[in-house]
């Protein structure tokens, strides 16, 4: 089995390949339905691609992908850890609203002082949603799917009636809350702007989502806390026979990934919005979080590059009805690129191409070693 | 008193209007869920179901032929969804998360490319889901004016009652729900007594895309007229989240599909009376899904292979 | 065996050179079996020998590479179960095929229920299965649940799960390894009765007494490789065992003779509740003493899990003592009873052994993780962390080689095993628990097992062994605790015990 492996080979091992191939079949797709509506592949595909490379373009990118990294990250520390965050929307939706709620009821604060209590009231409240969900499950084993779904809403709803509350609410007629202080704004000073020829909303926020990039990698690879949350998510029976509190986990890795949410709410709120509108349907963050977290293989450097990828397709997108073509083809982009990283074993089937035996779905282990699979 | 009464016949109502989609998507939930499939690609077989009822139902002027087509465009996307989860072993979360994306993003994409909107166009009257008891009672009295606010409702609400029925019957009293049944619990077993546990998931989740879709369809063909982006927005979480509520089986689902219904229903009625915060009141359903959660259901147990793919050895 | 009801003009099944790879790995190398009318044939060979590789394939599950199967003289593609079950065969794997929420008739005729018009007959079913439980003596109750019956009852159901879809070549996997040895003795009366009946049975099997009480003939299968059919009559234990591995076996554990210590494990008037809140450990007393291994054995079921699960703290009891040198671990954490001196290899090694998507060096350090030197103020050593894994692997025999980083899951199970003795005996505590350490490991991973539990009682840890293999309690325990009902029965000195007895005692009918 010393063969020199073929490019095939390499190319079913690989996961970074099998990702490359995922997006390259997404835009083949879009590609295939642009070409249905009789519009020219590569005129839609040229603005997309100009549209963000630009210096200006790409700064707008960037203020795009701030959320979509941390909500990404939120979710995939979630499944390092064994629960699916579906609640990272709930999460994001009461990070951003108690970071407004700061910024505006606490607005004379100086910014050295103000946008640290707006980051920890986001990600306090983002927390404190994600603990609530593990506590039902710990305490009452109720699923944690179904309360997060619950949560999602109820989230919504609060922010809305927040958003209602005299103190908070616009003074004009706008259904949203008053602007928050600009001494809890992210945004560069309007000359750099200016100068760097950047989007009127470029802010550091960027900055943020670096550091927690690394502090998620640095807490699932080199901590015993990491330790004691993966072990948990790959196997709490195993954890809990080895003395770690299963509980007690489930908790924590709940605050974790409910206040990566939060803080993703409040940045896009203190980089991007400034206020908080009521919504009429939900704003989607943490479904964006999900496919950033899957895309990225809930590795923190591969969801800081996938929340880039997925905020340049957002704003991208956004200018594809210049040349007539739907926004939503985005979308329908999207959503195959994560249809083909779910089915990415038939690239992992490549190299069985070139040989004449059959490809297996998996190899299969003989029926005598698969014992203790069964209950 | 009389105005109780009245109230009550237009809560009732409101009830029943929320609950058809929903119960739709949660029946086909529980096919997927319990043959061992997670599908949480419930809400983009809606939207994908909610623009082809509404849109063949223009073009034909028959609504029957939309609402049926809206379950096959929902089939579609359930096809999709097994032919990923069921013959390749995709993460079913994964893959439910692409259907999530692909159904709302190519309606969508088709409705602009159609009418120049992302909204379709509204319905006339006679190319919505008819209403079955329009005008039977005598709204002069009391208790005729109780009985037009419930029964007012279009024939799709009282198709789910008996779809519950069928699914019901199907799962406990049929060969194929028993093996449907032991698929989700044991496929090893199955594999052994030569029943195709392949290919009883892959047609359990094409049927659970079929009823999300005629779910979807009934949000645009009756409650309302048309279709937009906004059409679905979450109610297929809540159907999933009504089949975990209700352990699994038709029967729980259908009450769990009914409190969310009938928290919704309240919802419309005690926001137009009474002073109350709307936001507050909105919130009502999912506090007090959660609420019942702790007090009467507890632990829902989840079919014992569910969420696992099955790989047949060769 | 007499061979009475053989008919040796009558071949039901032949498969003829079957070849079977996976990939590049060889399972089945030209494997040859014939088994007559009235026959019982054992296919005797170590774990991973390729024995149920081969009946797999027999039954459909699984397709030959090359080779033929003959059922009756005739060839037939075995393209999947249902073509076996049409040819008469059935099986009864040794991991049983039970849909554990429904009820014994729903299992038994699922695949071939019965049916109303669209409607499901049950009534039909229900008398179908208890007229076929009576026909063959098997009785059992039609509307109990699986998961509320005894192990010994789902083999009655698998075996009618067979016979209900007119099997007359029944392949029976490993079906004693859970059973008492009074419940082994029913079989062998069962599969006597059904070959009076004329049918055939293949009996897949590592226990060589079996094979001498039960088997007319039997097929050896070494490494995937055919080795030979003989006459049982013609071989005795020994000829098969080396036979089977290849080499000479030595069954004798090396044990010196030692006086027991002070007591280091004292259970006292136990209570304790199974998943379902009925009492199933009741007042139970026990002690294990330095330098001595305890060994309990009994039926499964009758409380041992529970009692390993509440000396562990992985289940809170309802009241009692468990005092480790004197501390009190009851209803404490798993944790606790570590830091006091408790280590434990668990019964389920995948489930609660091991986490198997963590790679070796993590699982090495999976209670101590959070100390020296694998960890500073929270922040994991990789280094001291990996030559640990470096030492153990060397130490402990854990191959392959070099796989400190490699995830515990693509090792074998005997090498899974290891990797949870070497945790478990570094680990140093005064008190060791192993519940059936060498459950589906072959001969030569057993023995090692074996060695380092005998290793353990020598340097005057106290052990305590709880098994349902009593083979390993008898030749490995100082003292045999039978446990029944939720309470240690009898003690006796392990030199004293045999096999009757302790099998009457397990099943309740003799104290000692």
């Given at each position: 089995m010393t063969k020199k492996k073929s490019f095939l080979d390499f190319v079913s091992e690989n996961r970074f390949i099998h990702i490359l191939l995922s997006i390259l079949l997404g835009f083949?797709?879009?590609?295939?339905?642009?070409?249905?509506?009789?519009?020219?592949?590569?005129?839609?595909?040229?603005?997309?691609?100009?549209?963000?490379?630009?210096?200006?373009?790409?700064?707008?990118?960037?203020?795009?992908?701030?959320?979509?990294?941390?909500?990404?990250?939120?979710?995939?520390?979630?499944?390092?850890?064994?629960?699916?965050?579906?609640?990272?929307?709930?999460?994001?939706?009461?990070?951003?609203?108690?970071?407004?709620?700061?910024?505006?009821?606490?607005?004379?604060?100086?910014?050295?002082?103000?946008?640290?209590l707006c980051f920890l009231a986001a990600m306090a409240a983002g927390a404190i949603w994600g603990v609530i969900v593990g506590f039902l499950k710990t305490r009452w084993g109720i699923n944690e799917v179904l309360s997060m779904i619950m949560f999602n809403w109820i989230a919504f709803y609060l922010s809305n009636f927040i958003a209602g509350i005299p103190a908070i609410h616009s003074d004009g007629t706008a259904e949203a809350t008053k602007n928050i202080s600009s001494n809890a704004s992210t945004l560069l000073s309007k000359d750099l702007i200016n100068r760097l020829g950047l989007a009127p909303t470029a802010n550091w926020g960027i900055l943020v989502a670096v550091v927690m990039t690394l502090l998620v990698w640095f807490i699932i690879e080199k901590t015993t806390l990491g330790y004691e949350l993966k072990a948990v998510g790959y196997n709490k029976f195993a954890a809990e026979y080895g003395g770690i509190h299963v509980n007690r986990s489930i908790l924590t890795a709940l605050a974790i990934s409910g206040a990566l949410a939060g803080l993703g709410g409040a940045l896009q709120l203190m980089g991007m919005g400034s206020r908080i509108s009521v919504f009429s349907s939900q704003e989607g963050f943490g479904f964006a979080g999900i496919v950033v977290a899957l895309i990225g293989c809930s590795n923190p450097f591969g969801v800081f590059i996938a929340g880039i990828f997925y905020g340049a397709l957002m704003y991208g997108g956004s200018k594809l009805n210049l040349v007539g073509a739907p926004t939503q083809l985005i979308n329908v982009i999207v959503g195959t690129v994560v249809f083909f990283i779910a089915i990415s074993v038939i690239f992992e089937n490549l190299k069985y191409l070139k040989k004449k035996a059959k490809a297996p779905v998996k190899p299969a282990a003989p029926a005598a070693e698969k014992e203790g699979e069964q209950k | 008193?009389?105005?109780?009464?009245?109230?009550?016949?237009?809560?009732?109502?409101?009830?029943?209007?929320?609950?058809?989609?929903?119960?739709?998507?949660?029946?086909?939930?529980?096919?997927?869920?319990?043959?061992?499939?997670?599908?949480?690609g419930i809400e983009g077989m809606m939207t994908a179901g909610a623009f082809t009822g509404t849109v063949v139902a223009y073009f034909t002027g028959n609504p029957w032929i939309g609402f049926l087509c809206g379950g096959l465009a929902g089939a579609f996307f359930g096809m999709l969804h097994a032919i990923a989860t069921v013959n390749l072993g995709a993460d079913q979360t994964i893959a439910g998360t692409a259907i999530n994306m692909l159904g709302p993003g190519i309606v969508i994409m088709i409705a602009k490319v159609m009418f120049n909107s992302t909204d379709t166009i509204p319905l006339e009257a006679s190319m919505k889901i008819p209403r079955l008891f329009r005008g039977v009672f005598d709204t002069a009295t009391v208790f005729g004016r109780f009985m037009d606010n419930v029964f007012a409702n279009y024939a799709s609400t009282y198709l789910v009652f008996l779809a519950v029925l069928i699914v019901w019957f199907v799962f406990y009293k049929t060969r194929f729900g028993l093996r449907l049944r032991a698929c989700g619990e044991h496929p090893q077993a199955c594999e052994t007594l030569g029943i195709n546990v392949l290919r009883m998931r892959f047609l359990c989740v094409c049927i659970s895309g079929f009823l999300a879709g005629l779910g979807g369809a009934c949000v645009t063909m009756a409650i309302s007229t048309q279709f937009r982006p906004i059409?679905?927005?979450?109610?297929?979480?809540?159907?999933?989240?009504?089949?975990?509520?209700?352990k699994f089986r038709p029967q729980g689902a259908l009450l769990g599909c009914l409190l969310f219904g009938f928290c919704s229903g309240l919802k419309v009625v005690l926001g137009g009376s009474s002073g109350v915060n709307m936001q507050l009141i909105s919130m009502i359903p999912y506090v007090?899904?959660?609420?019942?959660?702790?007090?009467?259901?507890?632990?829902?147990?989840?079919?014992?292979?569910?969420g696992k793919p099955f790989v047949k050895s060769k | 065996m007499s061979k009475q009801y053989v008919d040796m003009s009558t071949p039901v099944i032949e498969m003829r050179n079957i070849v079977k790879k996976f990939g590049d790995f060889v399972a089945n190398?030209?494997?040859?079996?014939?088994?007559?009318?009235?026959?019982?044939?054992?296919?005797?060979?170590?774990?991973?020998?390729?024995?149920?590789?081969?009946?797999?394939?027999?039954?459909?599950?699984?397709k030959p590479t090359s080779g033929d199967i003959l059922v009756n003289g005739k060839k037939i593609e075995m393209n999947n179960p249902r073509d076996a079950i049409d040819a008469g065969i059935g099986m009864v794997h040794q991991h049983f095929m039970l849909v554990q929420p429904f009820t014994v008739t729903e299992n038994i005729v699922l695949g071939t229920e019965p049916t109303k018009g669209v409607k499901l007959d049950m009534a039909t079913a229900r008398k179908n299965v208890v007229e076929i439980s009576e026909r063959y003596g098997l009785s059992i109750d039609p509307d109990a649940k699986i998961e509320d019956i005894s192990v010994g009852m789902q083999q009655r159901v698998e075996i009618l799960k067979a016979l209900y879809r007119g099997a007359d070549i029944l392949i029976l996997d490993e079906p004693t390894s859970s059973l008492t040895p009074q419940e082994i003795v029913e079989l062998i009366d069962i599969m006597h009765n059904l070959v009076k009946d004329g049918k055939s049975i293949i009996i897949i099997t590592h226990k060589l007494k079996e094979i001498k009480e039960s088997a007319d003939f039997c097929t050896i299968i070494r490494m995937g490789k055919y080795i030979d059919t003989v006459d049982v009559d013609e071989v005795d234990e020994n000829d098969l065992a080396s036979m089977m591995v290849g080499r000479k076996v030595t069954f004798v554990v090396d044990k010196p003779a030692?006086?027991?210590?002070?007591?280091?494990?004292?259970?006292?008037?136990?209570?304790?509740?199974?998943?379902?809140?009925?009492?199933i450990v009741k007042g139970l007393n026990l002690q294990v003493r330095r330098g001595e291994i305890v060994g309990i054995a009994g039926i499964d079921g009758n409380g041992q899990t529970e009692l390993v699960e509440v000396i562990t703290g992985l289940r809170k009891g309802v009241s009692g003592q468990v005092l480790v040198n004197g501390v009190d671990v009851f209803n404490k954490s798993p944790a606790f009873g570590f830091d006091h001196g408790v280590s434990s290899i668990p019964a389920d090694r995948q489930k609660h052994g091991l986490v198997l998507d963590f790679s070796i060096e993590d699982n090495l350090i999976l209670q101590n993780y959070g100390e020296e030197p694998f960890s500073q103020k929270a922040i994991l050593k990789r280094d001291p962390i990996f030559s640990h894994a470096s030492d153990s692997i060397e130490k402990y025999d854990i191959r392959p080689r070099n796989s400190e980083k490699r995830p515990a899951g693509t090792l074998s199970g005997g090498n899974q095993q290891?990797?949870?003795?070497?945790?478990?005996?570094?680990?140093?505590?005064?008190?060791?628990?192993?519940?059936?350490?060498?459950?589906?490991?072959?001969?030569?991973?057993?023995?090692?097992v074996h060695k380092y539990i005998v290793d353990q009682r020598n340097k005057g840890k106290a052990v305590l062994l709880v098994s349902f293999e009593l083979d390993e309690i008898m030749s490995l325990s100082d003292i045999i605790d039978v446990i029944f009902d939720g309470q240690i029965v009898s003690s006796i000195p392990g030199s004293e015990a045999n096999e009757n007895d302790l099998g009457l005692m397990m099943a309740g009918g003799k104290q000692a």
């Open positions: 083949l797709v879009g590609a295939i339905f642009l070409a249905i509506m009789g519009l020219s592949v590569g005129e839609a595909y040229g603005r997309l691609i100009s549209s963000v490379t630009s210096l200006k373009g790409f700064s707008y990118v960037v203020v795009y992908a701030i959320p979509y990294i941390v909500v990404g990250l939120s979710v995939a520390f979630s499944f390092k850890t064994g629960v699916f965050n579906i609640g990272a929307e709930g999460q994001f939706v009461v990070g951003s609203m108690a970071a407004a709620v700061v910024g505006i009821l606490a607005g004379n604060l100086p910014k050295p002082l103000l946008i640290p | 008193m009389t105005n109780f009464i009245n109230n009550f016949g237009i809560i009732l109502y409101a009830t029943l209007i929320y609950t058809t989609p929903l119960l739709y998507a949660a029946l086909g939930s529980c096919f997927s869920e319990v043959s061992g499939v997670v599908n949480i059409s679905i927005v979450g109610q297929g979480f809540i159907a999933i989240a009504a089949v975990i509520f209700g007090v899904t959660v609420i019942v959660l702790i007090l009467f259901v507890g632990k829902s147990r989840v079919p014992s292979a569910n | 190398d030209g494997i040859n079996l014939t088994v007559h009318k009235g026959e019982i044939h054992a296919i005797l060979g170590e774990n991973g020998a390729g024995k149920s590789t081969l009946m797999n394939q027999l039954y459909g599950l699984l030692q006086e027991p210590g002070e007591v280091v494990l004292d259970v006292k008037d136990l209570h304790c509740k199974d998943y379902r809140g009925v009492e290891k990797v949870i003795i070497a945790r478990e005996v570094q680990n140093d505590k005064d008190l060791l628990i192993a519940v059936n350490p060498t459950r589906g490991l072959d001969v030569g991973a057993i023995e090692y």
